[in-house]
């Protein structure tokens, strides 16, 4: 008895392991200035202080590590990723992605993959939006629905006890049932992000939401609605090449969304990377990021028809170049105007890698005219504000998550320097990264088929 006690008297003043990162250039993910010459620490699982090297000092008896002329930023995060089809989560972290907020997975996947971070697996945090909720009858097979918005507080006291961090509001969600998911989210305190078609996103920004996924749908309330008949991926093309981003319709939707403001997730990659075709879209990865044969594979299956372009008229594929310049105009003139720009991908989507694929949406977002200052928020602290979590992650600041990368070359001056990340660190442990990295690149199988 006594032995018990004296082991539990050392076990609980066993102080947390100190580790303390010396010397890099630090971009805090607020913003800020980058600082040179800093010092982070960290104590167990978050950061204890983090400042300039002349007034945070190393605590005595921590584990140092030398980081002179690297970066070290805050892990990035993706705000719109699918879990459900996808095989490889850890390959988020191997590209310095430590956090994902899903769009539309089932419960028992979620927890499936949280069962395999318990194990010690290296995942990103999960943040779960829940299945995305239509009007009417499910479009997908991520959603569900409502008859009308009479029913959203049962559906929202389901999802409480599902454990969601959000909800998603999708589709088929006409402007009523908008309104009741968004009111009530809001008493339980949850962000509503939305893919909307049935409710215009000013009208949704008018009702209070957070923030609003895929450029291209933007532009339905800024062009002639597509025939019936055109369906899939090339809808969200139809006609954005006519659009006037001068005119009337644009001021209005630009200063709906300024007013609240609703962020605005706009998956540039997803609406790039399908239209480049294999060879294009292989060359982007060239060097940093090798495609597994099994999602080369798994993107030809029948499942992502409707995100190909097979049977596209060179017609076509032109206009959808035209309209991939008209999104990156809108989001340069929103995120000049103050709307918050958060980075999502779409991944799994074709050509859309895990991890890889949020890089170089970033790289689309400073194409786009973004800063890589930032396009870099974009993935950290107004990523983390826009999923209500800021006081635990997004940033560098003490009483955060210690989810931190380490790159070889300065992301300010070249955003495709986070190409380099050489250091990962989740909860204040460094991922291995080669052992990562061998798992991926052998994933020969596609990931499974869907339900
Ligand atoms: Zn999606």
């Known amino acids: 008895m006594l032995a ?94 430590t956090s994902v907020r899903d769009v539309g997975s089932r419960l028992v996947t979620i927890q ?37 918005p009479g029913q959203a507080p049962a559906l929202l006291d389901d999802m409480a006890r599902q454990g969601v961090d959000g909800v998603k509001l999708y589709t088929l969600a006409g402007p009523e049932v908008s309104r009741a998911v968004i009111a009530d989210a809001h008493r339980r305190g949850w962000p509503v992000t939305g893919h909307l078609d049935h409710t215009r996103p000013s009208e949704a920004a008018k009702l209070g939401i957070d923030n609003l996924e895929h450029v291209f749908t933007l532009f339905q309330e800024l062009k002639p609605r597509p025939p019936a008949m055109l369906t899939g991926y090339r809808r969200s093309f139809h006609a954005v090449d006519s659009v006037d981003l001068g005119g009337k319709a644009a001021r209005r939707l630009v200063a709906a969304l300024k007013v609240r403001p609703a962020a605005l997730t706009p998956t540039l990659a997803v609406s790039t990377l399908p239209v480049m075709g294999e ?15 099994g999602w080369r594979k798994y993107w030809k299956s029948s499942y992502w028809s409707f995100i190909s372009t097979a049977g596209w008229t060179s017609r076509e594929i032109k206009q959808a170049r035209w309209a991939q310049a008209k999104f990156a ?35 689309l977002l400073v194409r786009a005219g973004l800063t890589p200052s930032r396009a870099i928020q974009a993935a950290t602290g107004r990523a983390g504000a826009v999923l209500r979590r800021g006081a635990d992650m997004g940033t560098i600041r003490p009483g955060r998550f210690a989810d931190l990368i380490v790159v070889d070359a300065d992301p300010l001056a070249d955003i495709r320097s986070l190409r380099s990340v050489s250091r990962v660190y989740l909860g204040g442990r460094e991922i291995d990264r080669m052992a990562l990295r061998r798992k991926f690149d052998h994933a020969h199988e596609p990931p499974p088929g869907k339900p």
């Open 329 to 363: 105009a809108l989001v340069r003139r929103l995120d000049r105007a103050g709307v918050p720009i958060i980075a999502g991908t779409d991944t799994p989507a074709p050509w859309v890698l895990p991890g890889a694929g949020t890089v170089y949406e970033l790289e």
């Open 4 to 97: 018990l006690l004296i082991f539990l008297v050392v076990a609980t003043k066993d102080p947390e392991p100190v580790t303390a990162f010396i010397g890099a250039t630090l971009i805090d993910g607020t913003g800020a200035k980058p600082l040179r010459d800093s010092v982070v620490v960290v104590q167990g699982h978050r950061i204890s202080a983090a400042g300039p090297k002349s007034s945070v000092p190393v605590p005595a008896g921590a584990r140092t590590v030398d980081l002179t002329g690297k970066w070290i930023l805050p892990g990035l995060i993706d705000m719109h990723a699918h879990l459900d089809e996808d095989l490889s989560p850890s390959a988020f972290p191997l590209f310095g992605v």
């Open 279 to 293: 060879k294009e879209a292989e060359a982007v990865y060239a060097g940093w990021a090798n495609v597994p044969a």
């Open 112 to 148: 499936k993959l949280r069962a395999m971070a318990a194990s010690g697996e290296p995942m990103p945090r999960i943040y779960w939006m829940g299945r995305n909720i239509d009007e009417g009858k499910p479009s997908w097979w991520g959603a569900v629905a409502v008859k009308g």
